[in-house]
């Protein structure tokens, strides 16, 4: 994990740099390739992207969805796996100046997702054939066109 330790050392003498988001897991906000800022804080609060290091898959950047009894819950806003994670493993926020995606309806939807995918054994197909998910991605996945 090079690039984690990297991370923490730039973000520990700057407090912010500049990251390439890889995969699909925050879309449409994140789109892979994007180069976003990365900035260490000392809180954090529901709503926040937040970069983190998870287990074995190295770093990862999404959604805060809840925090309780010292435990941040995170998820990819189009993503289903709910991470749970301690406040030592974020390494920072990354701040966007227009973000619909901070809305209380929206952070309830998303974390109602994760539940689901939980509750259908983490069957992938079976979580998407489900009206509540199809009712999130039409809502919240789906960019419009105008």
């Not at 050392?9 to 407090?15: Q, V």
């Not at 937040?50 to 998820?75: Q, S, T």
């Not at 998303?110 to 199809?134: D, H, V, W």
Request: hydrophobic fraction near 35%; charge should be neutral.
């Amino acid at each position: 994990m090079e690039k984690t330790k990297l991370l923490k050392m730039i973000l520990a003498a700057k407090n912010s740099c500049t990251i390439t988001i890889a995969g699909t897991s925050m879309m449409p906000i994140l789109q892979h390739g994007q180069e976003v800022t990365v900035l260490r804080q000392s809180d954090y609060i529901i709503g926040d992207i937040l970069v983190y290091e998870y287990k074995n898959e190295g770093l990862l950047a999404h959604r805060l969805l809840k925090i309780e009894n010292g435990r941040y819950f995170c998820k990819g806003d189009n993503s289903f796996r709910i991470e749970d994670i301690s406040k030592e493993q974020i390494m920072g926020k990354i701040p966007l100046e227009q973000d619909d995606h901070t809305a209380d309806t929206f952070i309830q939807a998303s974390y109602a997702i994760g539940r689901l995918f939980r509750k259908c054994g983490y069957n992938l197909e079976m979580t998407k054939a489900n009206p509540q998910y199809r009712e999130y991605a039409h809502t919240y996945l789906e960019k419009t066109h105008e």
